[in-house]
């Protein structure tokens, strides 16, 4: 298998893409192509101070390290969930510092839940008796906006994959959530004050495609999963589009580009009684509801 920039041994093959490139010519392609993500979808601008989410995964760390080469100004931030199994928190937490160890230009904001609120995300899931996954999202998008507001930053930047978004899409589609496919987008503007910006540069990246990345640029990651996702069905759906991928390569590709195109033209329109957002009282924080934000509320009902 040879390259077909330069004809050297090849490191990956993409069918989708019907290309074939060696360890010099496929991360510049990778790079490229986040570049061009970024464009097409008027993500940020080179102005732009940015706040990358850090898992300790393979996906923020490289959506950081390709940033980084780009030439944006990209801090990271890691948010210390205290999941204890196996000390997944701890062990990811020590990935994210020593990939900012070796790239002293940036820095890492730590926020550690339990230090900062009380009690760590299994805790309070326990207490609400919910499981740990169906509160995390809401804390981490909370801790997300609260720190890129408080450190005056233009964007968060999340390393959602394509396989992430098309298995995301799928749930959406599957059960017609009209909200979620509204709000399923490569860039959410900033739709009032207090609301930061998203962005998720890697979504036309594919998530083999990011492994390879990590590995030919000698970035280390917790390869772990997180031990409350087994069983999700983000899960038993990734594996349905891979074996689509399998017999048709570029399915995950035209599936979530062709849902882009036809948001982007109008064809999908949400809920239309969205209510306002208005600061919570406690935190100041955007919210739908009427006095505390859902994060107040559940530090709240768990107090008592
Ligand atoms: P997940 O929701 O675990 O699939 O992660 C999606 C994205 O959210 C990752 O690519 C990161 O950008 C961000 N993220 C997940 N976990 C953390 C964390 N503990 N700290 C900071 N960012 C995170
Ligand atoms: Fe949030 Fe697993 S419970 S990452
Ligand atoms: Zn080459
Ligand atoms: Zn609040």
């Not at 850090?54 to 030439?71: C, H, M, N, P, T």
Request: with cysteine; net charge neutral.
């Amino acid at each position: 298998m040879r390259c077909q920039h330069c004809g050297e041994v090849a490191v990956i093959s993409m069918p989708q893409h019907r290309l074939k490139l060696c360890e010099k010519h496929f991360p510049l392609w990778v790079e490229r192509r986040v570049a061009r993500t970024i464009e097409s979808f008027q993500m940020f601008s080179s102005d732009d101070r940015l706040l990358v989410a850090v898992s300790g995964g393979k996906d923020s760390l490289a959506l950081w390290e390709i940033l980084l080469r780009l030439g944006y100004q990209a801090d990271g931030l890691y948010i210390h969930l205290g999941i204890e199994h196996e000390g997944y928190s701890h062990v990811s937490q020590s990935y994210a510092e020593a990939f900012a160890a070796t790239h002293p230009d940036a820095t890492l904001h730590l926020v550690d839940v339990r230090a900062r609120y009380g009690r760590s995300i299994p805790e309070l899931a326990r207490e609400g008796g919910r499981r740990a996954c169906s509160r995390c999202g809401m804390i981490k998008r909370y801790i997300m906006n609260r720190t890129a507001r408080e450190g005056d930053y233009d964007a968060i930047v999340t390393g959602h994959n394509l396989d992430d978004e098309a298995a995301q899409l799928l749930q959406n589609n599957l059960y017609w959530l009209r909200g979620y496919l509204q709000r399923q987008a490569p860039v959410l503007p900033q739709t009032c004050q207090g609301l930061v910006r998203k962005a998720k540069p890697l979504c036309l990246v594919a998530e083999r495609e990011s492994a390879a990345y990590t590995f030919v640029r000698g970035i280390e990651y917790i390869q772990q999963e997180c031990p409350h996702s087994a069983g999700a069905t983000s899960i038993f759906h990734k594996k349905i589009l891979n074996d689509m991928e399998r017999r048709s390569p570029g399915t995950k590709l035209q599936y979530y580009q062709g849902f882009v195109r036809a948001r982007q033209d109008g064809f999908i329109i949400g809920d239309e009684d969205t209510p306002p957002l208005e600061e919570c009282e406690r935190c100041g924080q955007p919210t739908t509801a009427n006095a505390l934000c859902a994060f107040c509320r559940m530090l709240e009902t768990e107090e008592t």
